[in-house]
């Protein structure tokens, strides 16, 4: 008999969490029963029509066919320059400080793997996106936590998150190399303004750490907030690099189109350690990519007013449904305390009780992390009728707790 070999590397991780919330989603489809999806951040909506006809006309050309350029073709990266220098008046060098990626994850871990010793130590404050500490335990470093606060404004309580991180860079052996930050948050919702930035690059230089901002959801602000980036700092650069993803502000999605930008010690990295992985993305996807940056914007206040209207909907409906909830400045989600009649139960027994009997999926607080217990997100990816209609579950299913 075989003796089987053992994987050191997957054992590190964990069940994931939000699986459990899946497969029962997948079963209850199955039985053909109509569950109201607010579970993953996968926009609902199409790739607006000049960026599709982009894609289209590059693909009947045979020339594009061939293999692409790992770290993006010129134009894209160019744009993506231009596009920084518009949007947050940062100036970019294509080929040194910009490589395109396969959406903003798979950029945020090569990078990972690319700069990663084992026994590093980052920081990443919780509630995380899962990613963004599972990269540097697969990449065999260790990760040190501490969770956020916020106010009811869901800002960032800055000095709490200073405070906590000095500690960790005291604490943490050895001393943290990299320290993650996402704003506007996932799952949190919670922002920052150019402050935090200004703090966190100068405590970088001081304590000689690199930052990896993602700003993924950077264009879904609202209430005239408008998210920065980190390189809006002056000298940034030296040590910061920030991710982009066109998934959310474009529905590009499944196109998987992303960027890193900033450092060029990091950037040059990540040119190469995607040179040995890859041959680049298809290069009429990146054509319509460079399309979706240059061309019109319109279809991106679309996208955000349609993210609006239904946050607004969804917190009138749950809180006549009996569940209070603070209102997001920025993203798609809505990261909302569970009722106090079922804050029993915790994040994941509520979750499953929410999708067996309302038909209602969201995603559990926790698997963000322990601090995130108590929280679920709730991604706006279902229509206003469809968020009227979970209301009305939610309205009978709180009534059996009170």
Known sequence: MFDEIEFEKI????????????????????????VIDFSMGNPDGPTPPHIIEKLCESAHKPKNHGYSVSKGIYKLRLAICRWYQRKYNVCLDPNLEVCVSMGSKEGYVHLVAAITNPGDTAVVAEPAYPIHYYAFILNGANVARFGIKWNQQMELDEDDFFENLSRALKEAMPKPKFVVVNFPHNPTTTI??????????????????????????????????????????????????????LSKSYNMAGWRIGFVVGNQKIIGALQKIKSWIDYGIYTPLQIASTIALEGPQDCVEAIKSKYEKRMQVLIKSF??????????????????????????????EFSKQLLQV??????????????????????????????????RNLKAFLKDFQ
């Open 319 to 348: 809180q006549e449904a009996g569940w209070e909830m603070d209102k997001p400045k920025a993203s798609m989600f809505i990261w909302a305390k569970i009722p106090p009649c079922v804050e029993h139960l915790g994040s994941l």
């Open 192 to 245: 920052v303004y150019k402050s935090f930035y200004e703090r966190l690059v100068a405590m970088a230089k001081k304590e000689r750490f690199y930052i990896i901002s993602d700003i993924a959801y950077a264009d879904l602000c609202f209430d005239g907030y408008q998210a920065p980036s980190v390189l809006e700092v002056p000298g940034a650069k030296e040590v910061a690099v920030e991710t982009y993803t």
């Open 358 to 391: 309302a038909k209602i999926a969201v995603s559990p607080g926790v698997g963000f992390g322990q601090h995130g217990e108590g929280y679920v997100r709730i991604a706006l990816i279902e229509n206003e009728n469809r968020i009227r209609q979970a209301a």
């Open 11 to 34: 054992k590190r991780l964990p069940k994931y969490v939000f699986a459990a919330i899946n497969e029962m989603k997948l079963d209850m489809r199955h039985r053909n029963e109509d």
